[in-house]
């Protein structure tokens, strides 16, 4: 919840990354706590933030490995 604090918990995106927005493991956990019915688009919605972090950090960690093991130096 930090994240949530430090960001602003704001859910509106102005374009600029020196204004305070919300972080998608926040807006999962508001919509999940929050009162939204199940199968409207909001609560649907929180797959997709999901599968977009999910799929980001999966990017991220398979970059890493490949710049790892192209630079690593064996002694």
Known sequence: M??????????NWLGSPLEGMQAMTAYIVQVVGGETPRGSVTYESIFAVGSALFLMTLTLNLVSYWFVRRYRETY
């Open 2 to 11: 930090i994240v949530t604090i430090a960001m602003g918990a704001q859910a």
